[in-house]
């Protein structure tokens, strides 16, 4: 099982970012999967889920900014952030559902 | 939101000694499949965190058995016998008995 996350970078306040998960060794159409961040120095934090069906549950502080999706044809997880916020300044971790498997991380910065 | 509380929020050991984490829940994390969705995490410096125990006490594959979870409700406990050098970093508690998933503050174990 291998996870990858690309995407991360300095962004502006307000502006959008668009973040990839990469999925391989595993049936990615048949598990739900996380996205959970870090922001420097603290715990963890969880943002989003999207089921194998693609239902989708958030975080409060990211609901109606953060998008979670998915394609099974490509094995890719996605999030996007949009009117991003100097509070979501964080690594960004994609896990597989139960938290068994998790990517290595991608830093988001926002900042002007 | 379930709030999860883990105490201390630092340990200081030594190589061989035996420690205990708690973590309190706000509610009940039984859910009405009969299930208790508790799981402990460990996050060694500079790595993403990784699974050592789901549903409270069942051990993740190619953890060592030195770690064992117990608990039920609201109370849960991570124990190390034998606390050896890479055993070192931030403990996590997680439920997902509840939307949306919430994590503990963390404790970290250090080297006295």
């Known amino acids: 099982v291998q996870l990858v996350e690309s995407g991360g970078g300095l962004v502006q306040p307000g502006k959008s970012l668009k973040l990839s998960c990469s999925a391989s060794g595993f049936t990615f159409s048949s598990y739900g999967m996380h996205w959970i961040r870090q922001a420097p120095g603290k715990g963890l934090d969880w943002v989003a889920y999207i089921s194998s069906s693609s239902g989708t549950v958030y975080a409060d502080a990211v609901k109606g900014r953060f998008t979670i999706s998915r394609d099974n044809a490509k094995n890719t997880l996605y999030l996007q952030l949009n009117s991003l916020k100097s509070e979501d300044t964080a690594i960004y971790y994609c896990?597989?559902?139960?938290?068994?498997?998790w990517g290595q991380g991608v830093m988001v910065t926002v900042s002007s | 939101d379930v709030v999860l509380t883990q105490t201390p929020p630092t340990l200081s050991a030594t190589i061989g000694q035996s420690v205990s984490i708690s973590c309190r829940s706000s509610?009940?994390?039984?859910?009405?499949?009969?299930?208790?969705?508790l799981n402990w995490l460990l996050q060694r410096p500079g790595q993403p965190p990784q699974l050592l125990i789901y549903l409270v006490s069942r051990l993740e594959s190619g953890v060592p058995n030195r770690f064992s979870g117990s608990g039920s409700g609201t109370d849960f406990t991570l124990k190390i016998s034998g606390v050896e050098a890479e055993d070192l970093g931030v403990y996590y508690c997680v439920q997902s008995t509840h939307a949306p998933w919430t994590f503990g503050g963390g404790t970290k174990l250090e080297l006295k």
């Open positions: 509610q009940s994390l039984l859910h009405s499949n009969g299930n208790t969705y």
């Open positions: 896990a597989r559902s139960s938290l068994q498997w």
